[in-house]
């Protein structure tokens, strides 16, 4: 599965875009460089029943913002991503898709 297939589902199984969810995480202090992934996956699952994969991919965005490594895009690989960047703002407006 690709990083932002991970966004996608997501954003299907919680209602919110990844913006949204990583907004609540800054205005809960979430992505404070001291804070343990660990601590947003909690909230994640008990808030919105994410599973610690689903879960990670988000702390990666709340932690680093939406750039990911370039190892990846354009690969034939099962993590292949079109882009560095992922879309934030909902599947249906993702110019990639």
Same mark, same amino acid.
């Given at each position: 599965?690709?990083? #932002?297939?991970?966004?996608d &589902?997501?954003?299907? &199984?919680?209602?919110?875009?990844? /913006? $949204?969810? $990583?907004? #609540?995480?800054k205005?809960?202090? +979430?992505?404070? @460089?001291? $804070? &343990? *992934? ?9 808030? +919105?029943?994410l599973? /610690?994969?689903? *879960?990670? *991919?988000?702390?990666?965005?709340? @932690? %680093? ?5 370039? @190892?990846? $895009?354009?690969? &034939? ?16 407006? %993702?110019?990639? #898709?």
């Amino acid at each position: 599965m690709s990083f #932002q297939a991970y966004l996608d &589902k997501i954003e299907e &199984k919680t209602g919110l875009t990844p /913006r $949204v969810l $990583v907004e #609540q995480a800054k205005g809960k202090g +979430y992505d404070a @460089k001291d $804070v &343990k *992934a660990g601590v947003i996956c909690d909230w994640l699952k008990a808030d +919105y029943d994410l599973g /610690r994969g689903h *879960a990670m *991919a988000l702390v990666h965005v709340i @932690k %680093n913002g939406p750039g990911i490594s370039a @190892k990846h $895009v354009g690969s &034939k690989g099962t993590h292949s991503d079109p882009s560095d960047t992922l879309w934030l703002d909902g599947k249906a407006t %993702n110019p990639l #898709q």
